[in-house]
T-cell receptor
Framework: DTAVSQTPKYLVTQMGNDKSIKCEQNLGHDTMYWYKQDSKKFLKIMFS???????INETVPNRFSPKSPDKAHLNLHINSLELGDSAVYFCASSRPDSGNTIYFGEGSWLTVV | DQQVKQNSPSLSVQEGRISILNCDYT??????FLWYKKYPAEGPTFLIS?????DKNEDGRFTVFLNKSAKHLSLHIVPSQPGDSAVYFC??????????????FGKGTKLSVIP
């Protein structure tokens, strides 16, 4: 009954590979996000989708492509993985009347070797 | 350029005493401020928030104070408990339109509550 769930939790892959991280929320929220926590521990927004529509697209390499098949899912696909992509990726969701509160998933630890 | 700063990377407090975590921000457009708590290998969990039109919000042992003129907020935990040991992130929110909020996070403060 996890509110925001993402898979896989841990992923180790080689440079140059393509990988996806899946995210699902069962909170009935309209907006979903991807955040990245880098080696310096900063949490930064990457993308936000509202009702399957892209709202925020921060300066992220176009190797990163979010896909929202429906408002409960927001998957992150990464092409041609690089060493610098190693980070923790957090999916999150919110709704307009939640007082700006964003609910996070448990994170996906990506290591590129 | 960091818009949200938590200048203390760590804080140690004795059980039962008060923990005070501080946060400074630079962007006047932020309209909501939030504190998140994070345990290792887990996602951030929402703790408490405050609107920019208020100066205090209290929820049980947790109180957040906002000083808009100083662009400063703080989180008070009283009394501190060992289970409060975690990394605390300060975050500031801007409305991005179409039902989307953009949170800007500080770097976090690791709180250790000593039994």
């Amino acid at each position: 009954d996890t509110a925001v769930s993402q898979t896989p939790k841990y992923l180790v892959t080689q440079m140059g590979n393509d990988k996806s991280i899946k995210c699902e929320q069962n909170l009935g929220h309209d907006t979903m996000y991807w955040y990245k926590q880098d080696s310096k521990k900063f949490l930064k927004i990457m993308f936000s989708y509202n009702n399957k529509e892209l709202i925020i697209n921060e300066t992220v390499p176009n190797r990163f492509s979010p896909k929202s098949p429906d408002k409960a899912h927001l998957n992150l696909h990464i092409n041609s993985l690089e060493l610098g992509d190693s980070a923790v990726y957090f999916c999150a969701s919110s709704r307009p009347d939640s007082g700006n509160t964003i609910y996070f998933g448990e994170g996906s630890w990506l290591t590129v070797v | 350029d960091q818009q949200v700063k938590q200048n203390s990377p760590s804080l140690s407090v004795q059980e039962g005493r008060i923990s005070i975590l501080n946060c400074d921000y630079t962007n006047s457009m932020f309209d909501y401020f939030l504190w998140y708590k994070k345990y290792p290998a887990e996602g951030p969990t929402f703790l408490i928030s405050i609107s920019s039109i208020k100066d205090k919000n209290e929820d049980g042992r947790f109180t957040v104070f906002l000083n808009k003129s100083a662009k400063h907020l703080s989180l008070h935990i009283v009394p501190s408990q060992p289970g409060d040991s975690a990394v605390y992130f300060c975050a500031a929110s801007e409305w991005s339109g179409a039902g989307s909020y953009q949170l800007t996070f500080g770097k976090g403060t690791k709180l250790s509550v000593i039994p």
